[in-house]
């Protein structure tokens, strides 16, 4: 079953942005910002690794994840401003958000405020997930916007730079490319781990813990 899904995530990614281009990158970060398990750290290397071949545009590909992070983010925001805690507790199960993954961004969002918003952009799992209890405590919408903008576009940054990097040292590297035929194969091979690892290690959370 697992090997299934990672086939189709990874299809999913793949065939997303390559058919889209950066339309496609704003729409899987807007999913992942909504509080679905669609990994950035997935999404945006991919990016980085069409920005070696030189599809795209390192800093338009950066803009481009931030803007998803915003629209995905403000879909999580509303639903934290009209549904409120009952409402997230209710549904999150089925998008393997755990209670445990509530009370961690809460805690953030408490112990920061506004700026935990911008803090926790860049940080996993808290990034997925921060959007909700700005919108339960409804905090200015303007703040929320900027603040999810200015912490999301570095972490696209910094991701896509990473696969940029990998990406040209696959494609110039002559060790690795006897090792490797296609440089496609080792993206497609790495996107396959990353979602086997993060599929398994979110299972694992909400199996071990109630809510």
């Given at each position: 079953m697992i090997e299934n899904i990672v086939a189709l995530v990874s299809s999913f990614i793949i065939g997303t942005i390559s058919a889209s281009g950066y339309l496609g990158v704003v729409i899987l970060m807007a999913i992942e910002s909504a509080c679905i398990p669609l990994p950035s750290e997935i999404i945006m290397p991919f990016a980085g690794y069409l920005v070696a071949t030189g599809?795209?545009?390192l800093f338009v590909a950066a803009t481009a994840g931030a803007?998803?992070?915003n629209v995905g983010s403000t879909l999580a925001y509303a639903v934290g401003w009209y549904g409120g805690r009952p409402l997230v507790e209710r549904w999150?199960?089925?998008i393997l958000m755990s209670k445990?993954?509530?009370?961690?961004?809460e805690r953030f969002f408490r112990?920061?405020?506004?700026?935990?918003?911008f803090?926790?952009?860049l940080l996993p799992v808290v990034r997925t997930f921060i959007a909700l209890p700005a919108g339960i405590a409804r905090m200015p919408m303007l703040r929320f916007q900027i603040y999810t903008f200015l912490g999301s576009w570095p972490w696209c940054l910094g991701l896509a730079y990473a696969g940029m990097?990998?990406?040209e040292r696959w494609n110039s590297d002559p060790q690795l490319r006897r090792i490797f035929h296609n440089a496609d194969i080792?993206?497609?091979?790495?996107i396959a781990a990353a979602v086997a690892w993060y599929l398994w290690s979110r299972w694992k959370a909400r199996t071990r813990r109630p809510g």
């Open positions: 599809r795209f545009d803007v998803g992070c999150g199960r089925y445990r993954d509530l009370d961690l961004a112990r920061f405020g506004g700026l935990a918003v803090f926790g952009r990097v990998l990406g080792v993206i497609i091979a790495l």
